[in-house]
């Protein structure tokens, strides 16, 4: 419930639009360019992940990981792999959206990130908690497949492969 409300609050009162935007390649030059932004927890992650492995008291550096070096391991695992679902996703909505809509992107994008680190650090609190960073990044990545889907069978069926 409240991703919906976060991703309106933000496009109602933040101060800013989506430049003109007329053809498909611009639309995806742009999301590429406000998808680098969502890559910032993943490379925080990484860096903590590292010095955390420098850090640990582990004797043995392929031996069974701390609790510590895990959690951050499994951050930019997961992360990953729903960054790329998530960029490809936007990708497919950039081409959708009318231009007034646009300005979902880089929201999304904010979304993503904030997101991301909610679940970190809740994930560092302990696994019971991570639920809400990890539905936080998870339902509008949902919502935007189902998006996506309806638009391609649904409103333009004729240029599905066009």
């Known amino acids: 419930l409240l991703c919906p409300c976060f991703v309106y609050g933000a496009y109602a009162f933040l101060p800013f639009d989506a430049p003109l935007l007329p053809t ?3 639309r995806l030059v742009y999301t590429l360019r406000c998808a680098a932004f969502a890559t ?4 925080l992650g ?8 420098l850090c640990s008291s582990a004797l043995e550096p392929f031996g069974e990981l701390q609790r510590e070096v895990e959690i951050h391991r499994t951050y930019v695992s997961q992360s990953i792999h729903l960054f790329i679902l998530y960029f490809f996703n936007m990708a497919v ?5 009318p231009q007034e809509l646009l300005k979902l992107i880089p929201l999304l994008t904010g979304l993503f990130a904030i997101s991301r680190l909610l679940y970190w650090l809740s994930y560092a609190i302990g696994r ?9 990044t998870f339902l509008p990545l949902l919502a935007m497949l189902l998006w996506n889907l309806y638009s391609m069978f649904v409103l333009e069926p004729e240029n599905l492969l066009a």
């Open 46 to 53: 990484m860096i903590v992940s590292g010095i955390s492995r």
């Open 93 to 97: 909505l950039a081409t959708y959206l």
């Open 40 to 43: 910032f927890p993943i490379v």
């Open 24 to 26: 498909v390649s611009v």
């Open 128 to 136: 019971s908690f991570r639920a809400f960073g990890f539905s936080m």
